[in-house]
C-alpha cells in the first residue's frame, strides 16, 4: 500500500511539513505573534526552577524585602529543613511550580536581589585581600603602621607594634634554607585589620540602606 504523502510545503527551496515545530514557528512569525516556543518556555521554567535554588541562599535581609507570597516562603522553609534527597529534589520541584505562578516584575525582584548578594561576596572576597596585603605591608615596612593609623585612628598602637615585632621574630627561619614561620602574632595582625575593615564596609552599608529607606518613605 502506498504511503500517504506528507501535507506541506516549500520555503526557500526547503520542504515544511504542516503541523511541525518549524510550521508552527514560521506561523507565529507571520502573525507576529510574541507568544514563547516550546524551547523558550523550557528555558524559561528552567531558569525559573534556578532561580528557587538560589532563593534558598538568599540572606533574610534580602529575603524579607522581596514580600514573596507565603506559600512560597513556607515551601522554602519546608526544603531547608528536608535531608533525604529525593524528598529534597521533589519539594525543589515544587517551589519551581510555585515560582512560575509569580509576575514579572516579582521574579525581577528576586533576580536583581541574588545580583546584590553576589555582589557583596565579591566586596567580602575584595576585603579579604586587603587586610591580607596591610598585614603583609605592617609586618615588611616601619612606614605601613602610621598609614594604618590614619585609617584607623582608635587603633591600639602599643599593641599593634608588640604584634608586628612578634610576628617578625616568628617569621626568621630556625635554619638557613627553611621557610618563615607564621605564629599566632601573624594571624592576630590579619584579624584586627579585618574586623577594621569589615567594621567600615557594615557602617556604610548600614548608611546606604538608612538612605534607600528614606527615599522609598
Known amino acids: 500500500m502506498s504511503r500517504k504523502p506528507t501535507k506541506g510545503y516549500y520555503v526557500k527551496g526547503h520542504f515544511v511539513a504542516l503541523g511541525s515545530e518549524l510550521d508552527l514557528e514560521l506561523k507565529r512569525e507571520l502573525r507576529g505573534d510574541v507568544d514563547l516556543s516550546r524551547t523558550d518556555l523550557k528555558k524559561h521554567s528552567d531558569h525559573l526552577q534556578l532561580l528557587g535554588e538560589q532563593l534558598l541562599t538568599l540572606r533574610k535581609g534580602l529575603l524579607d524585602k522581596l514580600a514573596l507570597p507565603d506559600r512560597l516562603l513556607d515551601a522554602m522553609t519546608e526544603a531547608k529543613r528536608i535531608t533525604n534527597f ?105 584579624q584586627l585589620v579585618r574586623a577594621k575593615l569589615d567594621g567600615d564596609a557594615a557602617a556604610a552599608q548600614a548608611a546606604e540602606d538608612g538612605a534607600g529607606d528614606e527615599a522609598d518613605e
Do not use: C, N
Open 86 to 190: 529525593e524528598g529534597k529534589r521533589r519539594q525543589m520541584q515544587f517551589i519551581g511550580k510555585l515560582m512560575r505562578k509569580l509576575d514579572e516584575p516579582t521574579v525581577a525582584a528576586i533576580e536583581e536581589a541574588l545580583k546584590v548578594q553576589h555582589q557583596g561576596s565579591a566586596k567580602d572576597t575584595l576585603r579579604m585581600h586587603q587586610a591580607e596585603q596591610w598585614r603583609d605591608r605592617l609586618i615588611a615596612q616601619d612606614e605601613a603602621l602610621e598609614a594604618w593609623l590614619k585609617l584607623d585612628p582608635d587603633a591600639d598602637l602599643q599593641h599593634l607594634r608588640t604584634l608586628v615585632r612578634q610576628a617578625r621574630k616568628d617569621a626568621v627561619p630556625a635554619q638557613e634554607g627553611e621557610a618563615p614561620r607564621h605564629g599566632k602574632s601573624f594571624r592576630e595582625i590579619f
